[in-house]
């Protein structure tokens, strides 16, 4: 113990004598900054993590000069501390038995992620590195927060961790649901199986008693939720992934899959390239100002609606019962604009 500390303690001691509210408030202020002081650190080292994670997967292979030389640039490096081997090898061994995420070294070209094509196969996974890694970005260009502009997701992502620990902990939720279609809410208990982030909403697939299957519930709907004593278990066989791998969207549904062929004009090709509608997409017959694309799936409800927000930009081809049915749909729409002339 050194001689301040020393002091400190006998101080301490001496005080309590006369005031033991006193040294117990001192133990619990100390207790406290430092539990503080832990969980900055950790926070930390986890940004340095998604920092170092980030900066490896942009760069494909990297130097450890490059890598420091970065590092010293990098606004989560306060103290201007240059990065050490002995730092930069135990930062490596944290991420890979935190993420699973393997960083090794290629003598020629440097530093890269073995496991890239793993990660990026992951949905979960891939999702989740975006999403710190964006946070990051974020923090490191603070001065821009103003200039740049995020979608924003309505749903009550509160939900999130109630309904994260019923699964993991296996016990039934009791919630109260507002659904679009009902005047008033109801309550009941449910048995929560997956989540899904589905266009800007959160959805959970659950079974309640009252229904044979699992139904899908919007987490902005939910009014309330708590975690019941009522434990329950996964129908054996359940994969979440196949649940929905035959789907667009998150409406359910039992039907046949289907192959559908639509037409893309020329000048929207590229974004059906980058972004896919749906896994299943497959790229086919070119033709004077077209490209077709086709897709093994249901052809649900919410399918429909997106092909018809594509308007004039796609034909569909094929199965002709859905060609018919969007053209029935565009009819129906035109007709609610006859009234305007044409200029």
């Known amino acids: 113990m050194a001689v301040s500390e020393f002091f400190f303690a006998k101080e301490l001691i001496i005080y309590s004598k006369s005031d033991i509210n006193c040294l117990n408030l001192a133990v619990k202020n100390i207790s406290f900054a430092s539990e503080t002081r832990q969980h900055v650190m950790a926070k930390n080292y986890f940004n340095r993590y998604i ?3 980030d900066l490896i997967q942009r760069s494909g292979h990297i130097s450890f000069e ?3 030389r970065a590092w010293r640039r990098s606004t989560y490096n306060e103290y201007g501390e240059d990065l050490s081997e002995r730092t930069f090898f135990n930062h490596k061994k944290a991420i890979n038995d935190t993420f699973g995420i393997e960083i ?3 003598r020629s070209l440097g530093y890269y992620i073995s496991n890239d094509d793993d990660v990026q196969t992951d949905a979960l996974k891939n999702w989740m590195l975006q999403s710190l890694s964006l946070n990051n970005i974020m923090n490191e260009g603070s001065d821009l927060r103003d200039r ?3 979608e924003d997701v309505p749903s009550s992502q509160k939900w999130l961790p109630e309904i994260m620990g019923a699964m993991r902990d296996g016990k039934k939720l009791e919630m109260t649901y507002q659904s679009f279609w009902r005047t008033e809410a109801n309550t009941y208990p449910v048995a929560p199986y997956c989540l899904k982030l589905f266009k800007q909403r959160w959805y959970m697939l659950a079974k309640s008693d009252a229904y044979n299957q699992p139904r899908i519930y919007s987490l902005d709907r939910i009014k ?4 019941t004593k009522e434990n329950y278990s996964l129908p054996k066989g359940f994969d979440p992934k196949d649940t929905f791998r035959k789907l667009f969207g998150v409406i359910l549904d ?3 899959v289907e192959k559908v062929v639509i037409r893309v004009s020329d000048d929207q090709v590229k974004y059906y390239k980058t972004l896919p509608l749906h896994h299943s997409q497959e790229e086919g017959e070119t033709g004077e100002g077209y490209t077709e694309f086709s897709y093994r799936l249901v052809p649900t409800y919410d399918f429909t609606r997106e092909l018809l927000s594509k308007g004039e930009t796609i034909e569909v081809m094929s199965p002709l019962w859905l060609r018919r049915e969007i053209a029935k749909e565009l009819r129906r729409s035109a007709r609610m604009y006859d009234d ?4």
């Open 340 to 343: 305007i002339d044409e200029e």
């Open 254 to 256: 039992n039907g046949p």
């Open 51 to 53: 920092w170092l994670i």
């Open 66 to 68: 490059d890598i420091s």
């Open 148 to 150: 740049i502009i995020c």
């Open 224 to 227: 309330h939720l708590c975690q």
């Open 104 to 106: 090794k070294c290629d």
